[in-house]
């Protein structure tokens, strides 16, 4: 169980913290509900190389890091979909120094050509790091644009391609940044070892005084997928993919839930069906996967399969599906429910223990409802029924609603 | 609205030396020393087991490895479907790790269950089977990642670095794919006899157990284990420097500055670990702040020094924009040769010191953080009191003359070996 307060400034910025008495230091966590959703899609990739620019400086403080690291602190960032995320990791004692530095860059950050100029390479550079300058980097871009054909999500954070990053100009990160980072965007939260009132004061003392209102936009919603979707990537890679993608709901619904406890039963530990069934009995495949994406809109749910030498895609596709058709026509078994319900339970109280990961999560839990279900989840997952579940992947695994992805080496 | 000053920043204090939680340190009957640390709030027990079994002490290439990642697949009274359905059903985990000297296995679960959970455990570890369909499949897993990984240029990099560091031998081995196919359950079986049935290893308990828990813990492991004399851990022989260049089909190209240097316990670590940090091991570092900030040459580029106790190297790597290695070790070996010539200031210093004092508290910033600190050092048999209070003391104590001294001495560009790996 979690402790924690929360408090809504007169700005609208929602504030949560959770004392631990425990440790001598803190973490300082402030999402802000944008993403890579609410980029241009001639901009992809941009609300990722605005979190660059943050670590720019801001109207009053030069160097963010320098004075991060003075304090005995450390910090980073990161952005989804739907989100963008930084955290300060740093002694207790010091926390007002977290405030300072991330008030001033909401209020006013530093932004300069040269600045933007640099981070468009570097973020280039990031680009080719982890998507292009290695075998598969890149299939989570044709995974996406197959399963989404509207909404933002059939684009990565990174961006759809490197000139995309390169087209930016500083108007546009402006007008981006003004328009979304407000105080109604940000949820911070901080776990660690201090004081709720005090906390609540500060966040008044240094954030109470920014007043923006958030630009209105509406996001494209995913039409209903009506007919199978398929497509083939060859490529210079050593082995054969195979990925299947299914429509689902977003995170805030019961569904999510479902589709969390089905994807735990197909392919988490070494005990689940896809491991038992597909890389020791048949041998068929090498590696199995799955997944739901647990994004904020309706997201998907994925199955994916490394085969191994020999293996025919149609018959890789047909082992897959035959455990998920097994689960849709007979549910699962009592058995097996039980296990990932006692997985997901003793996983949520293992898991629980890092203050970052806490902080993070509190402030997801709050985007998308209450920061309370940190503790309440479980709940969600303990009433869970065969039944349930059955229904889930009956609604769920349908021809018509799967985008079959093909990533296939190249005959030499 | 309140009117603040922006421009200063608040008051904030010094970076407390950190608190190390106190650990109980108890000799079971065959002599197997046991390290408890009762902390956490949630009801759960972690259990580590350290034994020697890192990959140097195997003359085949990939035993030592496949011996640890195989030990849950199925014991002797216990086939592997049945032993994974057992431990998962319980919410439990195994799993396993390895140094090049030691090897870890660990195991989580809810207090609850520990005896039933630690019974498994205890046969996974003690009697395994390696059956061979189980070992098959291992192997064609291990081919494929092969495979995979030849294509990148920072795998391909790190393999270099290895043979630019060392002599031929027992440390610049590396997967290929004669050693994964010629892996055989015999020769992990005689492995695993050798390694994993000494008392020459440590035991380490976490969390939330009850006094029976920790009985049974004593008993399991304190009979089970059989004394064994201490694995003398090899000492690397080093190469000649030496500049590798690997020309293959690449987007960037993958470039690593290394040379050999030494363990925990040199008396030049400490501080050298500072001069490293003010090098390229943070955020702010020098090389960050040139090759990435300035120059936009690379997403990423950092240094660090790989040590256990007895020896080590230092390690600059970074993946850089194509066309323009030979540019970005330029700039490293200008960055280099910089803190012999010029004296660091002491604003700089002062904000690597305290960024450098956080990360000590970090380590110990909970009591699962804390126990993961301790385990670590007690791997490489270093005392985490006197470790850690050496540690903050030197940071505090560093001086720029001290460094400048270091850089002379240690971060001569010319005794670094170079490896580029890409499109050349």
């Known amino acids: 169980m979690i402790r924690y307060e929360k408090r809504q400034l007169s700005n609208g910025m929602r504030v949560i913290v959770s004392p631990s008495p425990l440790t001598s230091v803190a973490t300082f966590n402030i999402l802000y509900t944008v993403g890579a959703k609410n980029e241009k899609a001639e901009r992809t990739g941009f609300a990722h190389l605005l979190e660059h620019l943050m670590f720019s400086g801001s109207a009053n403080i030069s160097d963010f890091d320098y004075h991060v690291q003075k304090v005995g602190g450390d910090s980073n960032a990161f952005t989804t979909n739907d989100f963008t995320n930084y955290y300060i990791s740093l002694p207790a004692d010091n926390i007002e120094t977290a405030f300072w530095l991330e008030s001033d860059r909401l209020l006013s950050p530093a932004f300069t050509q040269e600045r933007l100029d640099v981070q468009k390479k570097v973020v280039v550079e990031e680009f080719y790091q982890h998507y292009l300058n290695k075998p598969f980097g890149d299939q989570m871009h044709y995974a996406r644009s197959l399963a989404y054909k509207v909404h933002p999500y059939r684009w990565p954070t990174i961006g759809l391609e490197p000139q995309h990053i390169l087209d930016a100009t500083l108007d546009e990160v402006e007008k981006f940044f003004y328009g979304h980072y407000t105080p109604s965007s940000a949820i911070l939260s901080i776990v660690g070892n201090v004081e709720p009132e005090r906390m609540f004061d500060m966040a008044e003392k240094w954030f109470g005084g920014i007043k923006r209102d958030q630009t209105k936009e509406e996001i494209a919603q995913e039409p209903e997928q009506v007919e199978e979707r398929r497509e083939t990537i060859v490529k210079d890679v050593p082995e054969n993919r195979v990925m299947k993608i299914f429509h689902t709901s977003g995170r805030a619904h019961r569904d999510f839930y479902l589709g969390d406890i089905l994807t735990d039963i197909l392919a988490d530990g070494d005990s689940c069906c896809f491991n038992q069934n597909i890389i020791k009995g048949t041998k068929s495949m090498t590696e199995v996967n799955s997944y739901i994406s647990g994004s904020v809109d309706p997201g998907v749910l994925i199955l994916s399969g490394t085969l191994s030498e020999g293996t025919s895609t149609e018959q890789a596709e047909a082992e897959l599906m035959k455990e998920v058709e097994r689960i849709a026509e007979e549910g699962p078994t009592e058995y097996e429910m039980q296990k990932a319900i006692n997985r997901t339970l003793s996983g949520q109280m293992i898991g629980e223990t890092s203050a970052m990961q806490i902080a993070n999560v509190m402030c997801i839990d709050e985007a998308i409802g209450d920061c309370g279900q940190i503790n309440t989840d479980i709940d969600k997952y303990m009433s869970i029924t065969i039944d349930e579940v059955r229904d889930f992947a009956k609604r769920t695994f349908r021809r018509e609603n799967c985008s079959t992805l093909l990533y296939l080496k190249e005959e030499k | ?424």
């Open chain 2, 1 to 424: 609205m309140m009117s603040i000053d922006r421009t200063t920043p608040p008051e904030w204090g010094d970076i407390k030396m950190p608190v190390i939680p106190t650990f109980e340190k108890t000799r079971l009957q065959n002599g197997l020393l046991m390290y408890t640390m009762k902390g956490g709030e949630q009801p759960v027990v972690k259990i580590d087991l350290v034994v020697q079994a890192g990959k140097l002490r195997c003359e085949k290439g990939m035993v030592a490895s496949a011996t640890l990642n195989l030990l849950n697949e199925g014991t002797t009274s216990m086939s592997s479907k049945e032993f994974a359905e057992k431990l998962e059903f319980y919410g439990a985990y195994m799993w396993g790790g390895a140094t090049q000297r030691a090897a870890n296995v660990s195991m989580i679960c809810m207090q609850k269950d520990l005896r039933n959970v630690l019974d498994l455990v205890a046969d996974a570890i003690l009697h395994p089977q390696y059956p061979e369909m189980e070992l098959e499949i291992y192997k064609q897993q291990k081919l494929q990642n092969l495979v995979i990984n030849k294509m990148k240029t920072s795998y391909v990099a790190t393999t270099e670095m290895s043979k630019a560091v060392y002599k031929e031998g027992l440390f610049t081995r590396t997967a290929t794919e004669e050693s994964i196919k010629a892996l055989e359950s015999g020769a992990l079986h005689a492995f695993h006899d050798e390694a994993y049935r000494s008392t020459d290893a440590h035991l380490m308990v976490f969390g939330l157990p009850s006094d029976d828990d920790i009985s049974y813990i004593s008993e399991t492991f304190g009979k089970q284990l059989v004394e064994g004399e201490k694995w003398q851990h090899p000492m690397p022989e080093y190469a000649e420097r030496s500049d590798r260049r690997v020309d293959m089909e690449s987007e960037q190209t993958s470039i690593v500055v290394a040379r050999p240097l030494f363990g925990k316990q040199h008396p030049d670590y400490m501080k050298m670990s500072v001069l490293d940090t003010i090098l390229g091991g943070y955020i702010g570092s020098r090389l960050m702040q040139n090759l990435r900030e300035k120059l936009g040459l690379t997403y990423g580029i950092t240094s660090h020094i790989s040590s256990n106790s007895a020896y080590g190297t230092h390690i600059i790597r970074s993946d850089i924009k194509k066309g323009e290695h030979e540019r970005a070790l330029d700039e490293i070996r200008k960055e280099m040769k910089r803190l012999s010539e010029e004296i660091v200031t002491e604003n700089e210093l002062e904000n690597v010191r305290n960024y450098m004092l956080g990360e000590v508290l970090r380590s110990f910033e909970s009591p699962i953080a804390s126990s993961d600190t301790i385990l670590e050092l007690l791997v490489d048999d270093i005392d985490s009191n006197t470790y850690t209070k050496r540690c903050y003391d030197s940071i505090k104590d560093t001086t720029p003359e001290d460094l400048q001294a270091l850089a002379k001495k240690w971060l001569n560009p010319d005794e670094y070996s170079t490896i580029v790996v890409g499109k050349l």
